[in-house]
């Protein structure tokens, strides 16, 4: 089975649902990233792309549902921030003139509480997302779920049909994959077209030389797209300075480095941005 990026089959949507979704409707394109597994990097990854298209010149939202680690306001540097709120809606935090913010974290007291909701209570946050916040006019959302296919992405795959697209993110191992490989069924049953899948932590880059080596198992993810009939995004290697630009709040994409791992993130992005509802 070969695969392409930017595919997908429409579906009928019921009016229940548009009225949930009325704050959405003036987004063109909506790019869900997910993973069956935690920790692979889906909220990297999903800042690096709202960031890279906003750079691009694309009016972006980018949401936040983890609502156990929402960590895309510390990865801006965005922490404490809370949003404002006018005419009954919630109003996005800009990070720029092109990329405005919107996470649970923002919602959530202090960092140090845990978030103990059950999934009613997840899916109600959620859908106020969806239904509360006032995204405006925007090219792209960018919307990075928690890991699994659980009540999360769920509930956001839902909501945003029948148009949202996926990003699945993995790393090359194998115990990666088998997660993965049941987050691409999902997406699949929910009839939720997938834009391709993304190679995250694949081989290492030197932070000296910049050239990239190989650590463990290799071309899982390549592989798993051959099998699934999936777009191949790229692969982004394990490299000591994304995660020092993330645990400082600056987005890699933003810093102007000329590097394997920058150069795999803007060829994503391109990718993505090929695909885009003008
Ligand atoms: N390619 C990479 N190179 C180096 N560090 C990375 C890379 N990708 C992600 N990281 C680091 O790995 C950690 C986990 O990344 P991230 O929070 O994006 O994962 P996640 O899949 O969103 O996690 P969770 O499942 O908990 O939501 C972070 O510290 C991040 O900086």
Redo the contacts with the bound molecule.
Sequence with gaps: MSASACGGAAQASCPSQDKLTANLNGIKNKIVVL?G??????????TNLAVGLSLAGFNVGLLDV?VH?P?VPH?LKLTGVVPGFEDGVLQPVPWSDKLGVMSVGFLVESRNDPVIWRGPRKTGVIEQFMREVNWGERDFLVV?C??GTGDEPLSVLQRLQPDAKVVV?TTPQQVAIADVRRSISFCRALGAPIVGLVE??SGYACPHCGKVEELFSADGGVDLCAEMGVPFLGR?????M??RD??QGNPFVAQGRANP?AEALQAIVSKISACAKA
Excluded: Q
């Design positions: 993973s597994k935690g920790g692979v990097g889906k909220s990297t990854v999903a983890d680690g960590s990865l990075d928690p890991p993110v995250n932590m982004i290697p394990i490299d000591p994304l995660m993330g645990d791992t």
